[in-house]
């Protein structure tokens, strides 16, 4: 079969655990490749640079906006996030699937100028794990927590605009589930066409 690098846009509101779905499922999943996005946020405890994000200074991160480096770039919970452009164009070039972890705004840029790619949605089943997890984590402030549950909101209204929608309750289970959509979306006929050209016209 052909290979042709997927490009995977993963969403959910904060505390939905989808840094920890995604984790699994590259750990499971060889061919996949995680966009490391640019942040202004200070770094959390046991986050590294260039692994969680490539952590920039506003100054920096302005200069990178003005100098055409983003493929989507937005203000998310008082803080500037942005998805480099040239990993994920030489990943997918390179033939990987590349999955980006963004919020619902920047997702919605992303399906305008890729408007084959595969938009998941995370959330945990109960609104009450979102608070739950926030507060369980101690990592953002009173104030952030609640900025954070306040667009968990927005986010989750935006979910209809999704292909599809996975339940993390159980980690392991939530990224075997965004493989299996994975793999499924590899077998669609219309990511498949140059291989069925080959069957027909390619010789014995
Ligand atoms: P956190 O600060 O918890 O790591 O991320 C906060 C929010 O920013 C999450 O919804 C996350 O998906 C989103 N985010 C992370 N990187 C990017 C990015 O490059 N672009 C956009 N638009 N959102 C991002």
Same mark, same amino acid.
């Given at each position: 079969?052909?290979?042709?690098?997927?490009?995977?846009?993963? #969403?959910?509101? &904060?505390?939905?655990?989808?840094?920890?779905?995604?984790?699994? $499922? $590259?750990?499971?999943? #060889?061919? %996949?490749?995680?966009?490391? &996005?640019? *942040? *202004?946020?200070?770094?959390?405890?046991?986050?590294?640079?260039?692994?969680?994000?490539?952590?920039?200074?506003?100054? /920096?991160?302005?200069?990178?906006?003005?100098?055409?480096?983003?493929?989507?770039?937005?203000?998310?919970?008082?803080?500037?996030?942005? $998805?480099?452009?040239?990993?994920? !164009?030489?990943? %997918?070039?390179?033939?990987? =699937?590349?999955?980006?972890?963004? =919020? *619902?705004?920047?997702?919605?840029?992303?399906?305008?100028?890729?408007?084959?790619?595969?938009?998941?949605? @995370? *959330?945990?089943?109960?609104?009450? $794990? @979102?608070?739950?997890? %926030?507060?369980?984590? &101690?990592?953002? #402030?009173?104030?952030? @927590? /609640?900025?954070?549950? /306040?667009?968990?909101?927005?986010?989750?209204? /935006?979910?209809?605009?999704?292909?599809?929608?996975?339940?993390?309750?159980?980690? !392991? !289970?939530?990224?075997? =589930?965004?493989? &299996?959509?994975?793999?499924?979306?590899?077998?669609?006929?219309?990511?498949?066409?140059?291989?069925?050209?080959?069957? @027909?016209?390619?010789?014995?």
């Amino acid at each position: 079969m052909e290979k042709k690098g997927l490009l995977i846009v993963v #969403s959910g509101p &904060s505390g939905a655990g989808k840094g920890t779905v995604l984790a699994h $499922t $590259t750990e499971k999943y #060889s061919n %996949l490749k995680y966009s490391v &996005s640019v *942040t *202004t946020r200070a770094p959390r405890d046991g986050e590294v640079d260039g692994v969680n994000y490539f952590f920039k200074s506003v100054e /920096q991160f302005k200069k990178m906006v003005a100098g055409g480096e983003f493929l989507e770039h937005k203000e998310v919970h008082n803080n500037y996030y942005g $998805t480099p452009l040239a990993h994920v !164009q030489k990943n %997918l070039s390179d033939g990987y =699937d590349v999955v980006l972890e963004i =919020d *619902t705004e920047g997702a919605l840029d992303v399906k305008n100028i890729y408007p084959d790619c595969v938009m998941i949605f @995370i *959330t945990p089943e109960k609104f009450s $794990t @979102i608070e739950k997890r %926030l507060r369980g984590r &101690s990592t953002e #402030s009173e104030e952030q @927590i /609640q900025i954070r549950i /306040q667009n968990a909101y927005k986010e989750l209204k /935006q979910a209809v605009y999704y292909d599809y929608i996975v339940v993390n309750e159980d980690a !392991q !289970q939530a990224a075997m =589930d965004v493989i &299996s959509i994975i793999e499924a979306e590899k077998c669609k006929v219309k990511n498949n066409k140059k291989f069925i050209d080959n069957l @027909i016209y390619g010789g014995k």
